[in-house]
């Protein structure tokens, strides 16, 4: 059975910073792009960003480009995601999720793309 988890979320107070990890069990992760997505109550999903197989590529959303670095070790198994000068319109549920794509790119719909593989999820909550 397969199995992604994320880890790393908290609280922390505006101006902070948070590294998230997710890692997979019975699932290799070098295999796919690899995503961050988040959604806050009463909000759409939102796609923070995204990161080719080989980690060469990677895109940002607008709103944490700059604040955010999505990264990969594959030797591990594992995909983070860097948070700095956080702010409270990050807070939020953090989701990874792997994306099967022949050529090991992220999707030009990787905002949207449906997921093969989706982890539970670890909150952020920024303070003010």
């Known amino acids: 059975q397969v199995q992604v988890a994320e880890s790393g979320g908290g609280l922390v107070q505006a101006g902070g910073s948070l590294r998230l990890s997710c890692t997979a069990s019975?699932?290799?992760?070098?295999?796919?792009?690899m995503a961050w997505l988040r959604h806050a109550p009463g909000k759409d999903r939102e796609g923070a960003s995204c990161?080719?197989?080989?980690?060469?590529?990677?895109t940002y959303a607008d709103s944490v480009l700059g604040r955010f670095t999505i990264s990969r070790d594959n030797t591990k198994n594992t995909l983070y995601l860097q948070m700095n000068n956080l702010k409270p319109e990050d807070t939020a549920m953090y989701y990874c999720?792997?994306?099967?794509?022949?050529?090991?790119?992220?999707?030009?719909?990787?905002?949207?793309?449906?997921?093969?593989?989706w982890g539970q999820g670890t909150q952020v909550t920024v303070s003010s």
């Open positions: 999720a792997a994306d099967y794509r022949p050529v090991g790119y992220c999707s030009a719909s990787w905002r949207s793309v449906e997921y093969d593989y």
């Open positions: 990161i080719s197989w080989s980690g060469g590529r990677t």
């Open positions: 019975r699932l290799t992760l070098a295999n796919y792009a």
